[in-house]
C-alpha cells in the first residue's frame, strides 16, 4: 500500500491525530513567537474567509452572497470550519435550483464525499425511491446538509460545527425561496427547529407540520421533520410511518396549487 492509500484509509476509518513516538513534557512552558502577517494593499478589504472563525464571521460572509452560486463559491473558500481539512471535497447540493421542496440532511457519507454530491450511496437510492413514491425526484427538489463537508468517521456533526455552518444554510433557504422544507432525521430537526423542540427525539418531532424563521426569508417557512434514510435503512419498521409522512407532504403540496 503506497502513502497516499494509507491515508485514505485512515480518513476513513476516521483518524483525526497523529501520536508522537517519542512522550511530550507538556508543563514546560514554550514561548511563542508570532508569525509576522502581512498587511493588505493600502483601500483592499481584508476577506471575509480569512476572519477568525466563528458563527458571526460566518454569518457576515454568508450575508454578503447575492446568488447560491456566490454561496457555493464562498463556502469553498471558507476555512473557518475544521471539518474542510478533513474531508476530500465540499459537498454544497444537488437539485433544482427554483424548487418548491428543500431536503436537509446532517452531513455527507463517504460516498458523498467521494462524488461531491448529497445522497449518492444506498441512503440516496432510498431518499430517491421515496420522491418517487408521491411522484417526486432530484430534478424537482433541492437536497442539502446542516454540514457540508463529511465528518471524519461520519460521527454526526458537534455542536460547534453545526453553528459555524448554519448561516452558510440559513442563506442557501433565503436565496432558494422553497415552499417548505424537509428535516431529515435528528440532527437536521434540531439544527433548525426552535430552542424548544431541541431535547425533543425524531420519533416525537416526526410528522408535525412546523413554522420558522429564517433570516433573509421573506416569511416564515414551513417544515416537516421525517425519519432519515439511514436510520430506515437501520429500522425497517419504521417505513411505515416515514410513509404517512411523505403522504402527508405530497397533501400539503397539492394544498398549495
Known amino acids: 500500500m503506497d502513502e497516499l492509500s494509507a491515508l485514505r484509509l485512515q480518513m476513513d476509518w476516521g483518524v483525526d491525530e497523529v501520536l508522537l513516538a ?11 513567537v508570532a508569525s509576522p502577517v502581512p ?10 474567509s480569512v476572519l477568525p472563525a466563528g458563527p458571526a464571521d460566518a454569518a457576515k ?10 454561496l457555493q463559491e464562498a463556502l469553498a473558500n471558507f476555512t473557518g470550519c475544521a471539518l474542510r481539512d478533513t ?20 452531513a455527507p457519507a463517504a460516498e458523498d464525499d467521494r462524488s461531491g454530491r448529497p445522497f449518492s450511496g444506498p441512503r440516496g437510492q432510498l431518499l430517491d425511491k421515496m420522491l418517487a413514491s408521491i411522484g417526486l425526484d432530484r430534478s424537482l427538489v433541492r437536497i442539502t446538509n446542516i454540514v457540508p463537508w463529511r465528518p471524519p468517521g461520519d460521527r454526526q456533526p458537534t455542536e460547534a460545527e453545526i453553528a459555524l455552518c448554519l448561516p452558510f444554510l440559513q442563506r442557501h433557504i433565503a436565496l432558494l425561496r422553497p415552499d417548505c422544507l424537509i428535516l431529515l432525521g435528528a440532527v437536521a430537526a434540531k439544527a433548525m427547529l426552535p430552542a424548544q423542540y431541541g431535547h425533543a427525539g425524531i420519533s416525537k418531532l416526526r410528522g408535525k407540520w412546523q413554522s420558522i424563521e429564517i433570516p433573509g426569508a ?32 405530497r397533501a400539503w403540496l397539492d394544498s398549495q396549487d
Open 61 to 70: 460572509i454568508a450575508a454578503n452572497c447575492a446568488k447560491i452560486e456566490d
Open 22 to 32: 517519542e512522550p511530550q513534557n507538556r508543563l514546560r512552558v514554550t514561548p511563542k
Open 218 to 249: 421573506p416569511a416564515l417557512v414551513p417544515c416537516l421533520p421525517i425519519y432519515h434514510p439511514a436510520y430506515l435503512l437501520r429500522t425497517p419498521a419504521a417505513k411505515r410511518d416515514s410513509w404517512h409522512d411523505l403522504l402527508a407532504l
Open 87 to 106: 474531508a476530500t471535497q465540499l459537498v454544497f447540493a444537488d437539485g433544482a435550483v427554483e424548487a418548491r421542496v428543500m431536503l436537509i440532511g446532517d
Open 39 to 48: 498587511s493588505p494593499p493600502r483601500g483592499v478589504p481584508l476577506p471575509l
